[in-house]
T-cell receptor, first 110, second 114 residues
Framework: EDKVVQSPLSLVVHEGDTVTLNCSYE??????LLWYKQEKKAPTFLFML????IEKKSGRLSSILDKKELFSILNITATQTGDSAIYLC??????????FGTGTRLQVFP | DGGITQSPKYLFRKEGQNVTLSCEQN?????MYWYRQDPGQGLRLIYY???????QKGDIAEGYSVSREKKESFPLTVTSAQKNPTAFYLC?????????????FGPGTRLTVL
Protein backbone atom coordinates (compact mmCIF):
# COMPACT_ATOMS: atom_id res chain seq x y z
CA GLU A 1 0.00 0.00 0.00
CA ASP A 2 1.34 3.41 -0.95
CA LYS A 3 1.78 5.65 2.06
CA VAL A 4 3.40 8.80 3.41
CA VAL A 5 4.18 9.06 7.12
CA GLN A 6 5.15 12.25 8.90
CA SER A 7 6.69 12.61 12.32
CA PRO A 8 6.33 13.91 14.86
CA LEU A 9 2.58 14.50 14.75
CA SER A 10 2.95 17.54 16.97
CA LEU A 11 5.83 19.71 18.12
CA VAL A 12 5.98 22.57 20.63
CA VAL A 13 9.07 24.78 20.78
CA HIS A 14 10.21 28.21 21.88
CA GLU A 15 11.19 31.00 19.54
CA GLY A 16 14.77 30.63 18.39
CA ASP A 17 14.79 26.85 18.51
CA THR A 18 15.66 24.74 15.46
CA VAL A 19 13.21 22.03 14.42
CA THR A 20 13.43 19.06 12.08
CA LEU A 21 10.30 17.55 10.54
CA ASN A 22 10.39 14.11 9.00
CA CYS A 23 8.57 12.57 6.07
CA SER A 24 9.02 8.94 5.00
CA TYR A 25 7.29 7.29 2.10
CA GLU A 26 6.60 4.01 0.38
CA UNK A 27 5.26 4.42 -3.14
CA UNK A 28 5.73 2.87 -6.54
CA UNK A 29 7.47 4.90 -9.22
CA UNK A 30 8.38 7.90 -7.08
CA UNK A 31 8.53 11.19 -8.97
CA UNK A 32 8.84 14.02 -6.46
CA LEU A 33 8.22 15.09 -2.88
CA LEU A 34 6.52 18.32 -1.92
CA TRP A 35 6.40 20.29 1.29
CA TYR A 36 3.51 22.61 2.14
CA LYS A 37 2.77 24.95 5.04
CA GLN A 38 -0.85 25.14 6.13
CA GLU A 39 -2.02 27.85 8.47
CA LYS A 40 -5.69 28.60 8.93
CA LYS A 41 -6.55 28.14 5.30
CA ALA A 42 -5.19 26.35 2.25
CA PRO A 43 -1.66 24.93 2.10
CA THR A 44 1.04 27.09 0.57
CA PHE A 45 3.81 25.51 -1.44
CA LEU A 46 7.31 25.44 0.10
CA PHE A 47 9.59 23.04 -1.78
CA MET A 48 9.62 20.39 -4.47
CA LEU A 49 12.38 17.77 -4.25
CA UNK A 50 13.23 15.29 -6.97
CA UNK A 51 16.93 14.50 -6.52
CA UNK A 52 18.69 12.95 -3.56
CA UNK A 53 21.17 14.96 -1.55
CA ILE A 54 20.44 18.36 -3.03
CA GLU A 55 19.34 20.80 -0.39
CA LYS A 56 16.63 23.29 -1.19
CA LYS A 57 16.74 26.48 0.87
CA SER A 58 14.44 29.42 1.40
CA GLY A 59 15.36 31.78 4.20
CA ARG A 60 15.29 29.86 7.47
CA LEU A 61 13.72 26.81 5.85
CA SER A 62 15.61 24.04 4.13
CA SER A 63 14.80 20.57 2.94
CA ILE A 64 16.60 17.55 1.59
CA LEU A 65 15.57 14.24 0.08
CA ASP A 66 17.09 10.77 0.50
CA LYS A 67 15.72 8.49 -2.23
CA LYS A 68 17.72 5.52 -1.00
CA GLU A 69 16.27 5.60 2.51
CA LEU A 70 12.93 6.99 1.25
CA PHE A 71 12.59 10.06 3.41
CA SER A 72 12.86 13.81 3.48
CA ILE A 73 13.43 16.32 6.26
CA LEU A 74 12.33 19.90 6.59
CA ASN A 75 14.48 22.09 8.83
CA ILE A 76 13.45 25.40 10.30
CA THR A 77 16.14 27.39 12.10
CA ALA A 78 15.62 30.28 14.53
CA THR A 79 11.90 29.58 14.67
CA GLN A 80 9.41 32.41 15.02
CA THR A 81 5.79 32.44 16.17
CA GLY A 82 4.81 32.96 12.54
CA ASP A 83 6.18 29.51 11.76
CA SER A 84 3.34 27.96 13.75
CA ALA A 85 1.37 25.87 11.28
CA ILE A 86 0.74 22.38 10.02
CA TYR A 87 3.50 21.22 7.69
CA LEU A 88 2.34 18.77 5.04
CA CYS A 89 4.47 16.41 3.03
CA UNK A 90 3.13 15.01 -0.26
CA UNK A 91 4.58 12.51 -2.71
CA UNK A 92 3.92 12.39 -6.43
CA UNK A 93 4.13 8.87 -7.85
CA UNK A 94 3.23 6.89 -10.95
CA UNK A 95 2.06 9.29 -13.64
CA UNK A 96 -0.34 11.50 -11.80
CA UNK A 97 -0.92 10.24 -8.29
CA UNK A 98 -0.44 12.43 -5.26
CA UNK A 99 -0.60 11.30 -1.65
CA PHE A 100 -0.35 13.47 1.43
CA GLY A 101 0.92 12.68 4.90
CA THR A 102 -1.15 13.58 7.95
CA GLY A 103 1.04 16.58 8.71
CA THR A 104 3.12 17.82 11.62
CA ARG A 105 1.57 20.51 13.80
CA LEU A 106 4.25 22.96 14.88
CA GLN A 107 3.58 25.46 17.65
CA VAL A 108 6.19 28.12 18.39
CA PHE A 109 5.81 30.05 21.63
CA PRO A 110 7.54 33.36 22.41
CA ASP B 1 -4.52 38.98 -9.80
CA GLY B 2 -4.38 35.36 -10.89
CA GLY B 3 -5.52 32.71 -8.48
CA ILE B 4 -8.05 30.18 -7.35
CA THR B 5 -11.23 31.14 -5.58
CA GLN B 6 -13.60 28.94 -3.67
CA SER B 7 -16.97 29.88 -2.35
CA PRO B 8 -18.51 29.97 0.08
CA LYS B 9 -15.92 29.97 2.86
CA TYR B 10 -18.33 28.34 5.30
CA LEU B 11 -21.38 26.29 4.40
CA PHE B 12 -24.03 24.73 6.59
CA ARG B 13 -26.54 22.24 5.27
CA LYS B 14 -29.11 19.89 6.65
CA GLU B 15 -28.60 16.18 6.35
CA GLY B 16 -30.06 14.76 3.15
CA GLN B 17 -29.53 17.89 1.03
CA ASN B 18 -27.20 18.10 -1.92
CA VAL B 19 -24.78 21.01 -1.88
CA THR B 20 -22.46 22.41 -4.55
CA LEU B 21 -19.07 23.93 -3.80
CA SER B 22 -17.65 26.40 -6.27
CA CYS B 23 -14.06 26.48 -7.55
CA GLU B 24 -12.86 28.99 -10.14
CA GLN B 25 -9.35 29.68 -11.44
CA ASN B 26 -8.02 32.32 -13.82
CA UNK B 27 -4.53 30.83 -14.10
CA UNK B 28 -5.33 29.14 -17.41
CA UNK B 29 -4.49 25.79 -15.84
CA UNK B 30 -5.68 22.65 -17.57
CA UNK B 31 -5.82 20.40 -14.51
CA MET B 32 -8.05 20.86 -11.48
CA TYR B 33 -8.50 18.78 -8.34
CA TRP B 34 -10.79 18.42 -5.34
CA TYR B 35 -9.54 17.23 -1.95
CA ARG B 36 -11.09 16.86 1.44
CA GLN B 37 -9.26 17.23 4.70
CA ASP B 38 -10.38 15.66 7.96
CA PRO B 39 -8.79 16.14 11.39
CA GLY B 40 -5.75 13.92 11.81
CA GLN B 41 -5.73 12.89 8.16
CA GLY B 42 -3.89 14.07 5.12
CA LEU B 43 -5.59 15.50 2.09
CA ARG B 44 -7.52 12.88 0.15
CA LEU B 45 -8.31 13.18 -3.53
CA ILE B 46 -12.00 13.17 -4.47
CA TYR B 47 -12.00 13.93 -8.21
CA TYR B 48 -9.66 15.45 -10.72
CA UNK B 49 -9.94 16.78 -14.22
CA UNK B 50 -7.13 17.03 -16.74
CA UNK B 51 -9.09 18.75 -19.48
CA UNK B 52 -12.46 20.32 -20.15
CA UNK B 53 -15.37 17.87 -20.32
CA UNK B 54 -13.30 15.09 -18.78
CA UNK B 55 -12.75 14.03 -15.16
CA GLN B 56 -11.67 10.98 -13.19
CA LYS B 57 -12.49 9.60 -9.77
CA GLY B 58 -9.94 9.96 -7.04
CA ASP B 59 -9.58 7.83 -3.93
CA ILE B 60 -12.86 8.78 -2.24
CA ALA B 61 -15.29 9.71 -5.03
CA GLU B 62 -18.34 7.94 -3.61
CA GLY B 63 -21.10 10.38 -2.75
CA TYR B 64 -19.60 13.20 -4.83
CA SER B 65 -20.06 14.44 -8.38
CA VAL B 66 -18.25 17.03 -10.51
CA SER B 67 -18.49 18.73 -13.87
CA ARG B 68 -15.94 20.51 -16.06
CA GLU B 69 -17.88 22.43 -18.66
CA LYS B 70 -15.43 25.32 -18.65
CA LYS B 71 -11.66 25.37 -18.22
CA GLU B 72 -11.83 27.83 -15.35
CA SER B 73 -14.56 26.13 -13.33
CA PHE B 74 -14.71 22.78 -11.51
CA PRO B 75 -17.71 22.65 -9.14
CA LEU B 76 -18.09 19.81 -6.65
CA THR B 77 -21.49 18.51 -5.57
CA VAL B 78 -21.70 16.74 -2.24
CA THR B 79 -24.72 14.48 -2.53
CA SER B 80 -26.94 13.04 0.16
CA ALA B 81 -25.24 9.69 -0.53
CA GLN B 82 -22.02 10.95 1.07
CA LYS B 83 -22.11 9.38 4.53
CA ASN B 84 -19.83 11.81 6.33
CA PRO B 85 -19.75 15.07 4.39
CA THR B 86 -18.63 17.42 7.17
CA ALA B 87 -15.06 18.37 6.26
CA PHE B 88 -12.77 21.04 4.86
CA TYR B 89 -12.75 20.96 1.05
CA LEU B 90 -9.82 22.21 -0.99
CA CYS B 91 -9.70 22.83 -4.72
CA UNK B 92 -6.39 22.96 -6.58
CA UNK B 93 -5.12 23.44 -10.10
CA UNK B 94 -1.90 22.78 -11.98
CA UNK B 95 -0.49 23.85 -15.33
CA UNK B 96 0.42 20.46 -16.71
CA UNK B 97 -2.30 17.80 -16.68
CA UNK B 98 0.36 15.12 -16.93
CA UNK B 99 2.01 16.28 -13.77
CA UNK B 100 0.70 16.97 -10.29
CA UNK B 101 4.06 18.27 -9.12
CA UNK B 102 3.08 21.83 -8.35
CA UNK B 103 -0.49 22.46 -7.40
CA UNK B 104 -1.95 25.80 -6.43
CA PHE B 105 -4.67 25.69 -3.82
CA GLY B 106 -7.78 27.73 -3.22
CA PRO B 107 -8.69 29.02 0.25
CA GLY B 108 -11.04 26.11 0.97
CA THR B 109 -14.68 25.66 1.97
CA ARG B 110 -15.62 24.31 5.36
CA LEU B 111 -18.83 22.28 5.05
CA THR B 112 -20.83 21.37 8.10
CA VAL B 113 -23.82 19.10 7.80
CA LEU B 114 -26.25 19.41 10.67
Amino acid sequence: EDKVVQSPLSLVVHEGDTVTLNCSYEVTNFRSLLWYKQEKKAPTFLFMLTSSGIEKKSGRLSSILDKKELFSILNITATQTGDSAIYLCAVVYNTDKLIFGTGTRLQVFP
Amino acid sequence: DGGITQSPKYLFRKEGQNVTLSCEQNLNHDAMYWYRQDPGQGLRLIYYSQIVNDFQKGDIAEGYSVSREKKESFPLTVTSAQKNPTAFYLCASSIDPQSTDTQYFGPGTRLTVL
